[in-house]
């Protein structure tokens, strides 16, 4: 079965300094992964995806993600943080079905604080 | 560009009632998934419609039913409601069930049981 994890509950970094957020997979498969933030009290909003191609994928916001298929890992960074990328983010992967449908499973989400 | 839209916003029921959920997909969408987002936890995948019809479900109970009208819009229906409903529930569209395009999520609706 297709899952991601996500091994931190929160991160803190100072506003200004390089965030990471981190993300491994475990697929049968190639891979399609995705990347959401949820802000208080709304939905999710895309940050970026990886289908195939680069490892190195550029998104929302400033956002980008690597794609490593040596470490399963699929993690989310930003070069320079501000205060308003405070919010709870999200790792999923898409599982397809054999009938080619497919559903989205998520991580358990990362709460990012950006302190100023 | 409207985005997904659902209603209502926020519901407060009972143990034992019966709820109903709107989506209303992002325009040029015609997939719709339904998602439970229980506090503190990720979305977990309700069930998903295409061309009216139910096309991949998750765990779930069958208190837990849908429908997709022509127009592509979609109800989630629970019935005998219990604590453990009490969530988050969000709406996903796509453009077609078996592209690679991305889902797009609604802000959702806050349901209370009590």
């Known amino acids: 079965a297709q899952s991601v994890a996500q091994p931190e509950d929160q991160v803190n970094v100072a506003e200004g300094n390089p965030l990471t957020v981190k993300c491994t997979y475990s697929v049968s498969g190639n891979p399609y992964l995705f990347w959401y933030v949820q802000y208080p009290n709304r939905g999710l909003q895309f940050l970026l995806k990886?289908?195939?191609?680069?490892?190195l994928v550029k998104g929302s916001y400033g956002f980008e993600a690597e794609f490593n298929k040596s470490q399963t890992s699929f993690h989310l960074k930003k070069p320079s943080a501000l205060v308003s990328d405070s919010a709870l983010y999200f790792c999923a992967v898409r599982d397809f079905a054999p009938s080619g449908t497919y559903k989205y499973i998520f991580g358990t989400g990362t709460r990012l604080k950006v302190l100023a | 560009d409207a985005g997904v839209t659902q209603s209502p916003t926020h519901l407060i029921k009972t143990r034992g009632q019966q709820v109903t959920l709107r989506c209303s997909p992002k325009?040029?969408?015609?997939?719709v998934s339904w998602y439970q987002q229980a506090l503190g936890q990720g979305p977990q995948f309700i069930f998903q419609?295409?061309?009216?019809?139910?096309?991949q479900r998750g765990n779930f109970p069958d208190r837990f039913s849908g429908h997709q009208y022509p127009n592509y819009s979609s109800e989630l229906n629970v019935n005998a409601l219990l604590l453990g409903d009490s969530a988050l529930y969000l709406c996903?569209?796509?453009?077609?069930?078996?592209?690679?395009?991305?889902?797009?999520f609604g802000p959702g609706t806050r349901l209370t049981v009590l």
């Open positions: 990886y289908i195939t191609g680069d490892n």
């Open positions: 325009s040029g969408h015609d997939t």
């Open positions: 419609y295409y061309e009216e019809e139910e096309r």
């Open positions: 996903a569209s796509t453009r077609r069930v078996l592209s690679y395009n991305e889902q797009f």
